[in-house]
């Protein structure tokens, strides 16, 4: 984020006039309504916002902004975001894109603007598939995922998209789902970073993949299978009857039993969001055995790309008067002088 603007505004204020064309029932709606209800409450200012994306459904999303977006191209929403941070620092820039566009073709992009930590929020909308182009794998798709590209059932190693942040020099991960009361949260406290902050949100893409998050995301039995991450508070889940713990013999996580709510005696594990250690442990935590890692998983400011970057621009212009035409006429030059010919 920037300076927090104040400026008062309510949903409407962000909601354009574009027909949305996303399929009826698409996760994507709930997000768009998580996002457009959450800005009015940080205050934010539409005329300093902008919403930058590449290709896909989820690409689509700046069209319904009523703020400023860019709507670029395949996996390059990471280049165009830094140029726009660095023409305008004072620019709320939020960057959307997929799993395909992000992890894909934009994978390499992705990567070099959470290691340069842009300041900026980044929704990689999961829904394991490549929605736009009619359902083909993505990185991120199950082992098997029958699909048209992948008739007989996928044979490669799913991506994690969380676990790829962190690797890649994140600051801040968070992970939400599309229809989740507690998305809004997430978004602020990515919001509140100063820094690239990356946040997977889980999507049902009810044609080509639906209901693939259902064995945590569905309202039946959630309570046993999301571990909904709070710093200082001890990871219980499931009612608070079960915890997470370290087992500190072979240094990886376990579940436990937690005894008339005694934590501390089972040994459950205080959650520090700065702490990067346990937060690669989160981010590579199996869902089956463990429940889903949500919320803020890890959160550690840093030094952003474009403080340095501006910082180092006036240093080096101090005490000097800019003078283009100067500049354009130093050092090698030539004339041309009108006698070239066409060729024939
Ligand atoms: C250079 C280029 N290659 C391929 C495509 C085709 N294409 C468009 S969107 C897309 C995948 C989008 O998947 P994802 O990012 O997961 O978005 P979703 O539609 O699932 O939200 C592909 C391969 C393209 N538009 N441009
Ligand atoms: S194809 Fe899937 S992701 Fe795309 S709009 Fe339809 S339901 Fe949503
Ligand atoms: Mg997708």
């Known amino acids: 984020m920037n300076a927090p603007a104040n400026i008062e505004t309510t949903l409407k204020d962000w909601v354009t006039d574009q027909e949305v064309r996303w399929c009826p029932g698409c996760g994507d ?36 902004m009523e703020t400023y977006g860019f709507h670029t191209i395949h996996g390059r929403a990471p280049a165009v975001a830094t140029g726009a941070k660095l023409a305008n620092p004072e620019l709320d820039i939020w960057l959307v894109t997929g799993d395909g566009d992000g992890l894909s073709i934009g994978g390499n992009h992705l990567m070099h603007v959470l290691r340069r930590n842009v300041n900026m929020q980044i929704m990689l909308f999961n829904n394991e598939i490549y929605g736009l182009t009619k359902g083909q794998y993505s990185p991120t798709s199950r082992e098997g995922t029958r699909s048209p590209s992948t008739p007989l059932g996928s044979y490669d190693h799913p991506a994690r998209p969380a676990a790829f942040a962190l690797g890649s020099g994140a600051r801040f991960v968070g992970r939400g789902f599309d229809v989740s009361k507690h998305l809004p949260d997430v978004l602020k406290a990515a919001h509140a970073h100063q820094g690239a902050a990356f946040i997977e949100i889980f999507q049902n893409c009810i044609v080509y993949n639906k209901d693939v998050f259902d064995d945590f995301a569905a309202p039946k039995g959630a309570e046993d299978r999301q571990l909904w991450l709070e710093d200082g508070k001890p990871m219980l889940f499931a009612g608070d009857t079960k915890g997470i713990t370290l087992n500190r013999e072979t240094l990886s996580l376990e579940v436990v039993d937690v005894t008339d709510g005694d934590w501390e005696a089972a040994g459950v594990i205080v959650h520090d969001v700065k702490n990067r250690s346990i937060a690669h442990m989160l981010v590579e935590m199996p869902f089956g055995p463990f429940p889903m890692a949500l919320g803020v998983l890890y959160d550690d400011p840093h030094p952003t790309f474009e403080t340095a970057v501006i910082e180092d621009r006036a240093r080096a212009s101090e005490g000097k008067q800019a003078d283009l035409a100067k500049l354009l006429g130093s050092g090698q030059t030539w004339t041309v002088d009108g006698t070239a010919q066409d060729p024939q």
């Open 29 to 64: 709606y709930a997000i768009l309504k998580a996002v457009q209800r959450t800005l009015p409450e940080l205050g934010c200012d539409p005329a300093k916002t902008v919403f930058i994306s590449g290709i896909g459904c989820s690409s689509r999303f700046p069209y319904y």
